[in-house]
């Protein structure tokens, strides 16, 4: 089973949500990576992610972590907090910073490549 986590910029509201990330970019993947429905949508706790619009798009369209049991404060009970900071230090190291997306991008892609699972704990 494969868990997706989607991080939302703290201000967005459930339309835009649905609309520029649910549609744009998550069904698209889904699509092209998961048709066998061999995966869990993992919301972080923003306000849109569980908004009643989010949760009734969700429920017609992915298999997701619902609020009741997506727990804010156990950090062992969400590993993808360890996976992204440790991706985050090493896409950072050194001081590096992204003059463009695409080079951000670019860099994520290859610390991705890079990237040993085990040693981040």
């Given at each position: 089973m494969v868990f997706f986590r989607f991080l939302c910029v703290k201000f967005i509201n459930s339309s835009i949500y649905i609309h520029e990330w649910l549609n744009k970019r998550h069904l698209p993947?889904?699509?092209e990576n998961h048709q066998d429905l061999g995966y869990i949508f993992?919301?972080?706790?923003?306000?849109a992610h569980y908004s009643i619009l989010s949760t009734s798009w969700m429920n017609e369209n992915v298999n997701y972590v619902t609020k009741d049991i997506n727990s804010p404060n156990v950090l062992q009970a969400r590993p993808t907090e360890n996976f992204w900071g440790c991706l985050s230090e090493k896409e950072y190291k050194g001081g590096w910073?992204?003059?463009?997306?695409?080079?951000l991008i670019n860099r994520i892609k290859l610390k991705l490549k890079e990237f040993d699972l085990i040693s981040c704990d």
């Open positions: 993947f889904k699509h993992w919301p972080d706790l923003a306000s910073q992204a003059s463009t997306e695409q080079q």
